[in-house]
């Protein structure tokens, strides 16, 4: 799409600094940029780019204006106002309705006029697709299942008996939404399946990203709330509840059971064990473990960072006799305590 630099400005209701005349037709770096590309400039780093750039137009802070060749549109949020005008420069393709004559459709299935059914799709017995709906190919609708209004479905989406997805849904290629759970009873050496009867209820504006597993709710459902954000590769475990606008990084595992509030994030490589208790606006750094509850909010980190292996060997070879230390330690302070009463001498 191409729309001139003023256009653009009232439709993000920011102010334009420069030739408003100027025509953009798509979003680039600044290092790539030719004359029809809006850039933006999110870390100060980057700055020395600006002089250097070929943009037609770039978003900048007031502060960082100063120091641009081109025009600019002036934000306090150059990263929100960029991602704003990128779905103007490159909006998607409108959802035309029909079904694919490869798909396989259910009588019993109701699908509205303006819902587009891709080839190779299979929608079961009782499922409801909502207008405006993309099921992009290879998907799997299952029994029951109901999709909100204008979601997607990019590709090859699988969708487990039951499970509702709301409003404006985006799930990548390759997502499992209502999978049985992973529940099973010991009975000797052997384990029995514990039967998953509950379903997975996704809100509105919710993302699942490439490979997500969310797991169907083994008794009542696993809720994922409005606006959370799942990255690639990440486990949810039955009966987990995660409030709104969460957003959660790639390979992130989350036991069953957990519930986590809103407005938190989890950074990438994360594990939460299960029956956990997350607060609103709770933050986890990358590679946490995090084995207990965290109502209050905050940030919190575990894990170890990346040092020089041959730091990292020799502190793995302190950590071997941590325990031992550790006993030695008490030793001394019973004895400097024992001494202390022995001689009459109170701390220094």
Not at 9 to 27: E, H, N, S, T
Not at 82 to 110: M, N
Not at 165 to 185: K, N, Q, S, T, Y
Request: aromatic share 4%.
């Amino acid at each position: 799409m191409e729309i001139s630099l003023k256009e653009l400005a009232a439709r993000l209701g920011v102010p334009v600094r420069g030739d408003g005349a100027v025509r953009l037709a798509r979003v680039a770096r600044l290092t790539d940029a030719t004359p029809d590309s809006l850039s933006f400039l999110g870390d100060r780093k980057y700055r020395r780019h600006l002089t250097e750039t070929r943009a037609g137009a770039v978003i900048l802070t007031e502060t960082d204006a100063e120091h641009a060749t081109v025009p600019v549109l002036i934000s306090d949020n150059p990263y929100l106002t960029f991602a704003r005008a990128a779905r103007i420069l490159h909006p998607r393709d409108p959802v035309v309705g029909g079904v694919h004559p490869s798909a396989v459709v259910d009588p019993a299935a109701r699908i509205d006029p303006g819902a587009w059914i891709g080839p190779l799709s299979v929608v079961e017995a009782e499922a409801e697709i909502g207008p405006g709906v993309f099921v992009g190919p290879s998907c799997v609708i299952g029994r029951g299942v109901r999709v909100g209004a204008e979601s997607r479905l990019v590709a090859r989406v699988t969708l487990c008996e039951g499970t509702v997805i709301g409003a404006r849904a985006l799930l990548h290629p390759g997502a499992v939404i209502g999978r049985e759970g992973f529940g099973f009873a010991k009975d000797g050496e052997r384990w029995e399946r514990i039967p998953q009867v509950g379903r997975v209820v996704l809100g509105d504006d919710v993302e699942i990203g490439a490979n997500t597993s969310v797991d169907r709710g083994a008794i009542g459902d696993t809720r994922i709330g409005d606006g959370v954000k799942l990255d690639n590769h990440i486990q949810i475990g039955h009966n987990v509840e995660i409030g709104d606008n969460t957003a959660i990084a790639a390979n992130t595992g989350i036991s069953g059971s957990t519930r986590i509030g809103r407005n938190c994030t989890v950074a990438g490589a994360v594990g939460m064990a299960g029956h956990l208790e997350i607060g609103d606006n709770v933050h986890f750094t990358g590679m946490a473990m995090v084995t207990r509850s965290f109502p209050e909010p905050g940030l919190y980190s575990s894990g170890i960072p990346a040092m020089p292996s041959a730091d990292w060997r020799r502190n793995v070879a302190r950590f071997r006799h941590l325990d031992e230390l550790t006993r030695r330690v008490k030793q001394l302070e019973t004895h400097i305590e024992t001494m202390k009463q022995t001689t009459g001498q109170g701390d220094c």
